[in-house]
């Protein structure tokens, strides 16, 4: 045969095997006539997309005839996005593995490690290794809790550190971060964290900025009079550490001037023209959740000897609540998230137990003997934080805590804040729960995870929310803080569905993404 037609059939046959091979191959699933919002805060087109193997292998007007699909979903009349990323949680995926409470409101991806606690100690790889072994509802990412940190080296409860105490940290940090970690979190109100200084913080940011890690705060004041001190602080973190820093559930307690709210994202902003990375997240209630020490006086808090307070500094510590709560709306403003108070308001155990307030604090409660809802926050100074571009939504929530976000605050924002009030464009919200989350924890970046995520992309992970928004309702209350959100029809974590037509199944898909660092 000569060669040249040799040549010709070796490249027939070439040809129809690769094409026969197209033909013959089978996806895992075909969404058609899809509305995309692509999670960038562009505008919805439509679309259908292949989904094999956990990621988006096409997107297209695809003729459905020529695809062979193990299973078909017609999204007509409905919105396909990417799946939501809280970039604030708790819980614990050992015990609830599932995690309902955040799959049922679109989240697929929830963030913990937050306000300076984490999980996993010394030995994160082991952690991560357990978490993953039976798996997980949402994808889990890991932040490296600085209270931890310091309960982790046994550090004195003192400001000014020794400098083997700082050392100790920054090993932890440097060999989490090499372990998959994102970062590091502060809760500068919380014990252990109220005694770092400006220097600790720094010097345990360097070794996150060398991984190219974020750092989250729950700054050391919310308070009106406190909360610009408070940013300014994290962002001189920022400053000395190099590391980009975003602030936590931003908020401004007891005001209710916006004014005020503009003034503290103009301080983000002119940060951002310095060269600081920063950002941060709301979540979308007035009230907000954490243990009852917050209405306490620093000098009635560990390491001080409570009893000792009270035994010495009673009515000194009776007026000081007396002042603190009634500042803070009153005793009405408290609303218990523990037992046997929960559901209560402290105003309410006061009447029950014919008491004043203060001395049900000191007698029957003590600085750390509750949790509770406080509603101290302004309706429309949070709608400003929500509006700004650089500000993403967060939850603040978990399965178990007394408080309506950890099941309904993404649902929320697209009934209240798109379909009600119309704050916000569907795709401006869906781009501040999805690509704006990625790019700040750096999801979308294909240098430090694989599959990248948080954007309707070829070759990103396939978490991905098939709804119509008209139906999506948080149904959490106050008074019932643990129903589930409704309305997300099929929920998709790495092209695995967990919600099937509006019902959860029991698939555990996912597990902890790994980071690499810089």
Not at 255 to 260: H, L, P, V
Request: net charge negative.
């Amino acid at each position: 045969m000569p060669k040249l037609n040799c040549f010709l059939l070796i490249c027939t046959l070439l040809v129809t095997v690769c094409t026969g091979d197209e033909e013959s191959r089978q996806y895992d699933l075909l969404i058609t006539n899809a509305l995309i919002i692509d999670g960038s805060g562009a505008e919805a087109f439509e679309a259908d997309l292949l989904i094999d193997q956990g990621v988006i292998a096409q997107i297209g007007n695809l003729n459905p005839d020529d695809v062979h699909a193990e299973k078909r979903i017609d999204a007509a009349g409905r919105v396909v996005s990417p799946g939501f990323i809280d970039t604030h949680s708790h819980g614990d995926p050992l015990d609830t593995p599932r995690f309902d409470n955040f799959l049922s409101m679109g989240v697929t991806t929830i963030s913990l490690g937050q306000d300076g606690r984490s999980p996993g100690g010394e030995d994160l790889s082991g952690w991560m290794d357990r978490v993953d072994e039976p798996g997980t509802g949402p994808n889990i990412i890991h932040f490296v809790g600085q209270n931890t940190l310091r309960q982790l080296v046994d550090a004195p409860r003192e400001v000014g550190l020794d400098a083997s105490y700082i050392e100790q940290m920054q090993g932890i940090i440097s060999e989490s971060m090499a372990a998959g970690s994102f970062g590091m979190t502060t809760g500068l109100e919380y014990d252990h964290g109220t005694f770092a200084d400006l220097p600790e913080l720094i010097d345990l940011a360097k070794p996150v900025a060398a991984a190219g890690g974020l750092v989250m705060s729950h700054l050391r004041s919310e308070d009106e009079d406190k909360i610009e001190e408070a940013i300014t602080e994290l962002l001189d973190q920022g400053r000395g550490s190099g590391a980009a820093v975003h602030v936590s559930h931003i908020k401004i307690v007891f005001g209710d001037d916006t004014r005020q709210a503009d003034e503290v994202l103009a301080l983000l902003d002119e940060a951002r023209e310095e060269g600081i990375e920063v950002t941060a997240d709301v979540y979308p209630y007035v009230a907000s959740f954490t243990g009852i020490g917050i209405v306490f006086p620093e000098w009635a808090l560990p390491p001080n000897d409570f009893n000792e307070v009270v035994e010495n500094r009673r009515d000194e510590l009776a007026e000081y609540l007396r002042n603190r709560v009634n500042r803070r709306n009153g005793p009405e403003a408290t609303l218990f998230g523990t037992e046997p108070w929960a559901g209560l308001t402290l105003a309410e155990v006061a009447d029950s137990l014919n008491k004043p307030f203060e001395d049900v604090l000191i007698d029957d409660i003590g600085s750390r003997g509750a949790s509770a809802a406080y509603f101290v926050m302004d309706e429309d100074v949070m709608r400003r934080f929500l509006q700004n571009p650089r500000v993403m939504v967060s939850s603040d929530g978990s399965p178990t805590m007394h408080h309506p976000r950890g099941h309904g605050s993404f649902a929320k924002i697209i009934r209240q804040y798109v379909n009600e009030e119309q704050l916000l464009p569907l795709e401006e919200a869906i781009h501040k729960m999805s690509g704006l989350p990625a790019a700040t924890l750096g999801l979308d970046n294909e240098n430090h995870v694989e599959p990248r995520r948080g954007l309707i992309r070829e070759r990103f992970a396939a978490d991905l929310l098939i709804f119509d928004p008209e139906n999506v309702v948080d149904r959490a209350t106050f008074e019932n803080p643990h129903q589930y959100a409704e309305g997300f029809d099929w929920v998709f974590v790495n092209g695995v569905a967990v919600i099937e037509d509006g019902e959860p199944n029991d698939q555990t898909p996912a597990g902890v993404i790994r980071r690499s660092p810089d």
